[in-house]
């Protein structure tokens, strides 16, 4: 199946620092990548859906300063969290979608950020 | 309001005891329901789609299945290595969206 690389998979950083998470879809192009961020025993909730070309739609409450999207290539997302702070740390996932084998979503490995 | 709910919350069982897991869902315009499998600390991996009421998908020892409100995910003989939460997703919405809806999981324990 398609494979979704997610980099990197554990990042601890200082508070009011930021810190860039990479999306790429290896085997397969993906116009539309999304953004999950996972609580400890929680679902994923949606941030963000990252759009290659064009400007990411952001979920309502996400802060678009806060949490900076780019898809400049059709096989590579970024997720930049701006100045980061403890309540940020959380695990986030990203993930693409394979218009070759229809709708279902294909998932990166996750990356736990931890925000001193 | 579109939602998912899974039930139950938690399973235990012994190894080789059968059980169901249970997805509910209230979307307009369902367009497709997905079950994942999320080891901790790992991304979901991806198992089943089905996209019709009736229609059922069968891998291994995991069997689901989908009705016009729900999808059920029934596990036969499990193994302590079914140990995992398992994510119900459904994709609802106008054609050209590509909004997906997670439930919050059924984490799953197999004992040995």
């Known amino acids: 199946g398609a494979v979704v690389s997610q980099h990197p998979s554990r990042v601890i950083c200082k508070s009011g620092t930021s810190v860039k998470i990479e999306c790429r879809s290896l085997?397969?192009?993906?116009?539309?990548m999304f953004w999950y961020r996972q609580f400890p025993k929680k679902s994923l909730m949606l941030m963000a859906t990252s759009n290659e070309g064009s400007k990411a739609t952001y979920e309502q409450g996400v802060e678009k300063d806060k949490f900076l999207i780019n898809h400049a290539s059709l096989t590579l997302s970024t997720l930049t969290v701006t100045s980061a702070h403890p309540e940020d740390s959380s695990f986030y996932i990203c993930s693409a979608r394979d218009v070759r084998v229809g709708e279902k979503l294909f998932f990166g490995s996750g990356t736990q950020l931890s925000v001193l | 309001e579109d939602q998912v709910t899974q039930s139950p919350e938690a399973l235990r069982l012994q190894e080789g005891e059968s059980s169901s897991l249970n997805c509910s869902y209230t979307v307009s315009g369902l367009r497709g329901l997905f079950w994942y499998r999320q080891d901790p600390g790992k991304g979901p991996e991806f198992l089943f789609t089905l996209y019709s009421a009736g229609e059922e998908k069968e891998k291994e020892r995991l069997k689901a299945t989908l009705t016009k409100k729900e999808s059920f995910l029934h596990i036969t003989a499990p193994k302590p290595e079914d140990s995992a939460t398992y994510l119900c997703a459904v994709q609802a919405g106008p054609s050209g969206t590509y909004k997906y809806i997670f439930g919050t999981g059924t984490r799953l324990k197999v004992l040995a």
């Open positions: 085997d397969f192009q993906a116009t539309t």
